[in-house]
Nanobody, 125 residues
Framework: QVTLVQSEGGSVQAGGSLRLSCAAT????????MGWFRQAPGKEREFVAA????????YYEDSVKGRFAVSRDIAKNTVDLQMHGLRPEDTAVYYC??????????????????WGQGTRVTVSS
């Protein structure tokens, strides 16, 4: 069994920055992919970013490209999401997720095996 523990989110003004962290514990081998999703009020959960096992293996949803950066610490089994230039539309509950299977679509929720508890990010205008 794997447990994903997320750091707290926060509230910032538009243009501000936040960093989210997530640690995976409970399994001896590391995930193929660790990702971030978010769910805004009244909307479905959507893909934000994901990272594979090498530094250049990253994926982003179009609206966050150039503003968010996902990174993994393979040794510590953690994944971070550094968010800059936050906008009110980034307001959501953010979830980290871990996938232990190869050759999946990292942008799909169904590809992930374990999920964090969610953390709220609020961006005010």
């Amino acid at each position: 069994q794997v447990t994903l523990v997320q750091s707290e989110g926060g509230s910032v003004q538009a243009g501000g920055s936040l960093r989210l962290s997530c640690a995976a514990t409970g399994r001896t081998f590391r995930p193929e992919t660790m990702g971030w999703f978010r769910q805004a009020p009244g909307k479905e959960r959507e893909f934000v970013a994901a990272a594979g096992e090498i530094a250049t293996d990253t994926y982003y949803e179009d609206s966050v490209k150039g503003r968010f950066a996902v990174s993994r610490d393979i040794a510590k089994n953690t994944v971070d999401l550094q968010m800059h230039g936050l906008r009110p539309e980034d307001t959501a509950v953010y979830y980290c997720a871990a996938n232990y299977k190869p050759f999946v679509d990292v942008r799909m929720e169904a590809s992930y095996d374990y999920w964090g508890q969610g953390t709220r990010v609020t961006v005010s205008s």
